[in-house]
């Protein structure tokens, strides 16, 4: 039986820095919602949050960010040809394409898993954000 710990860890995609880049970069592929998400967790201590506190910063409920994680990350996967892992409901899993959780403390005091950014994302997010504010000067 899978537990929910199982999935931590698991990184299908292995995007490098530089592939993240050109996604953010792509507008084809990101929209402003995954932009705001990415740039919310990226300014939370080590980079983590959860679906709860990212709905409750943008003022919707957490279904509606885990559905633009969702769409964010089965658009990535049908654009590199790749299937979403399966869990022992015979779903796919599409949440830890842009995000892992955190083995040792894979919840919160109010029981909601943690999400955070995958280190080659942080990387290509703040390179992201450099380019970004050279163009504004």
């Not at 939370?44 to 949050?49: L, Y």
């Not at 559905?67 to 658009?75: E, G, I, L, M, Y």
């Not at 040809?81 to 403390?105: H, S």
């Given at each position: 039986?899978?537990?929910?710990?199982?999935?931590?860890?698991?990184?299908?995609?292995?995007?490098?820095?530089?592939?993240?880049?050109?996604?953010?970069?792509?507008?084809?592929?990101?929209?402003?919602?995954?932009?705001?998400?990415?740039?919310?967790?990226?300014?939370?201590?080590?980079?983590?949050?959860?679906?709860?506190?990212?709905?409750?910063?943008?003022?919707?409920?957490?279904?509606?960010?885990?559905?633009?994680?969702?769409?964010?990350?089965?658009?990535?996967?049908?654009?590199?040809?790749?299937?979403?892992?399966?869990?022992?409901?015979?779903?796919?899993?599409?949440?830890n394409v842009v995000?892992?959780?955190?083995?040792?403390?894979?919840?919160?005091?109010?029981?909601h898993f943690y999400?955070?950014?995958?280190?080659?994302?942080?990387?290509?997010?703040?390179?992201?954000?450099?380019?970004?504010?050279?163009?504004?000067?």
């Amino acid at each position: 039986m899978i537990t929910a710990t199982q999935w931590q860890g698991q990184d299908i995609l292995k995007l490098t820095q530089t592939q993240w880049l050109k996604i953010l970069q792509d507008e084809t592929m990101t929209d402003n919602n995954i932009l705001q998400i990415i740039g919310f967790v990226y300014k939370q201590p080590n980079c983590t949050s959860t679906a709860s506190d990212i709905a409750d910063y943008f003022h919707v409920h957490c279904n509606q960010i885990t559905a633009w994680n969702r769409v964010f990350s089965k658009k990535l996967y049908a654009t590199l040809l790749l299937e979403a892992p399966v869990d022992r409901d015979g779903e796919r899993r599409y949440w830890n394409v842009v995000f892992d959780g955190i083995p040792e403390k894979p919840k919160d005091e109010h029981g909601h898993f943690y999400w955070k950014l995958r280190p080659e994302l942080v990387k290509a997010w703040k390179k992201y954000l450099e380019k970004k504010n050279a163009q504004v000067k």
